[in-house]
């Protein structure tokens, strides 16, 4: 790998006063909280590589002298010069705090006798102070890994690791390395990519970590919707979607400046008709396209006015405004907090309820005259899907499925896959229904439509059944 990265990322920052044992925020005592197992401060050090294990305190000074992380790094722009800005500095939290004890590294600088990427991203690092956001994070799904796409790209690194780019956003630590440090990821070579991929896989195993959207060294200037700095890599507020728009490519929208939508988007989802005749293998967008719901672009419109967004879409914050309320890390929304000042928590759960439940009645009926049209067409109510999606009998040739189908399940997907059922955009949500539900109309030998609808707990199954495969579908073309 380019040893530079590797080597200085996490090591190049100065050094706190010395202490002898690791200390919270204010430079006094341990982490804040956490919760079960070992404590952050234990399972820090044990991240320490051999070299560095017995090594002393040695303080700012020695660190930051114009000799090393002073005044050594690229450009002559050193960490240092923006570290001492931070709020990190402001409470005696610099370089060993989370790097470890650094006189081996002072004797004898060496990215193996110190505490340097890939383990300095990992959130036990962190943890050591923000101990309860770290808890908070353990219960949300970046906490997780799904190695189905860190695995692809280790078997074919052209294809998923510089073309579709998976590892940007189901690899933490590749943000890290290679986004966020201006490298990009599509001019890597085989040997790096599998690299960053196996450390992902092996020491950094999860989809983001705190470092993924925090820059521990620096001030950014992306605010919170409250207008606080706490050093976030990229803006919580973007209403310029050309970046993310349809048709757009992986080297675009995984550069994204937004700190939830560089990854929360529909990945180029693209509505025309072009495009849903030569992709019939599964939907043009992951289970990612919330950005896209949210600000409504991305699926068929038809003619005539649409209704785009909500004060949803405006919102400071946008996404942070609901999923993170008093810096809330499990990205969980509760109709009291997320939902305020706006609705009260009845209000906000009322109208979820009503949404949800009218969407999800649109989406059920819109399947259904899908498998109805298949049935009476093909002789099976599956051949309305997408090629990767049927189970059983041979798919037809896609040429014999009309656009208006084609359509119609490009919308159904595009408003299953964002797992929201209306609630980030219900209007754009419903017209996007209500669009497919005309493409029907124009086909032959309708209607189509369902005699009755069964219990809401049976569509939900059936759609999400839906949403399942369509993710499978994901993962098995990675093994293509």
């Given at each position: ?218 001030k950014t200037g992306n605010l919170t919707d409250t207008g606080d700095e706490v050093q976030l890599r990229h803006m919580t507020f973007n209403s310029d979607t050309s970046q993310v728009g349809p048709g757009t490519s992986a080297a675009q929208f995984t550069q994204f400046d937004h700190i939830c ?33 949210l600000l409504g672009f991305g699926g068929v419109e038809g003619d005539g006015p649409v209704e785009r967004n909500t004060a949803h879409a405006n919102a400071p914050g946008q996404c942070s405004k609901c999923h993170m309320p008093d810096s809330r890390h499990s990205f969980t929304v509760s109709f ?119 219990s809401r707990q049976q569509m939900l199954d059936i759609i999400r059944g839906d949403r399942a495969r369509a993710a499978k579908a994901d993962m098995t073309a990675l093994d293509q």
């Amino acid at each position: 790998m380019k040893s530079r990265w590797f080597a200085t990322l996490f090591a190049a920052v100065p050094l706190a006063t010395a202490m002898l044992v690791l200390q919270s925020c204010g430079g006094e005592g341990g982490p804040t909280g956490s919760s079960g197992g070992v404590s952050p401060s234990a399972a820090f050090l044990a991240l320490l590589p051999a070299a560095q294990q017995g090594a002393d305190y040695v303080g700012t000074d020695t660190c930051a002298s114009a000799a090393c992380h002073g005044g050594r790094e690229a450009d002559d722009d050193p960490i240092y010069t923006h570290w001492k800005d931070t709020k990190h500095a402001a409470n005696n939290v610099g370089c060993e705090s989370c790097h470890g004890p650094g006189s081996v590294h002072a004797a004898n600088p060496s990215k193996d006798n110190i505490l340097t990427t890939p383990s300095s991203t990992d959130v036990v690092v962190c943890g050591q102070c923000h101990g309860p956001i770290n808890d908070e994070w353990k219960l949300s799904a970046h906490s997780k890994l799904e190695t189905h796409a860190i695995d692809g790209a280790i078997g074919n690194p052209n294809q998923y690791g510089r073309s579709s780019r998976c590892l940007a956003c189901h690899g933490g630590l590749v943000r890290i390395e290679t986004y966020e440090r201006g490298i990009d990821l599509g001019t890597l070579s085989d040997e790096e990519i599998v690299n960053l991929a196996n450390d992902v896989l092996t020491k950094v195993p999860q989809t983001a970590t705190c470092a993924t959207c925090h820059n521990p060294h620096s001030k950014t200037g992306n605010l919170t919707d409250t207008g606080d700095e706490v050093q976030l890599r990229h803006m919580t507020f973007n209403s310029d979607t050309s970046q993310v728009g349809p048709g757009t490519s992986a080297a675009q929208f995984t550069q994204f400046d937004h700190i939830c939508a560089q990854c929360h988007n529909g990945r180029g989802a693209n509505p025309a008709d072009s495009a849903l005749t030569s992709g019939t293998s599964r939907p043009n967008m992951h289970d990612s396209n919330q950005f896209n719901m949210l600000l409504g672009f991305g699926g068929v419109e038809g003619d005539g006015p649409v209704e785009r967004n909500t004060a949803h879409a405006n919102a400071p914050g946008q996404c942070s405004k609901c999923h993170m309320p008093d810096s809330r890390h499990s990205f969980t929304v509760s109709f009291d907090k997320g939902c305020a000042p706006c609705h009260t928590a009845a209000d906000a759960a009322a109208r979820a309820s009503s949404i949800k439940d009218e969407v999800l009645n649109g989406l059920y009926s819109l399947r259904v005259r899908m498998a109805n049209w298949a049935t009476a067409t093909f002789g099976n109510d599956e051949f309305w899907e997408y090629t990767t999606n049927i189970t059983t009998g041979t798919p037809p040739s896609q040429a014999l499925v009309p656009i208006e189908i084609k359509r119609a399940r490009h919308n159904y997907y595009f408003v299953v896959r964002s797992g929201d059922y209306g609630v980030h955009n219900a209007p754009y949500a419903k017209h996007l229904i209500r669009v497919a539900n005309d493409n029907i109309d124009l086909l032959p030998g309708g209607p189509y439509r369902p005699q009755q609808l069964p219990s809401r707990q049976q569509m939900l199954d059936i759609i999400r059944g839906d949403r399942a495969r369509a993710a499978k579908a994901d993962m098995t073309a990675l093994d293509q």
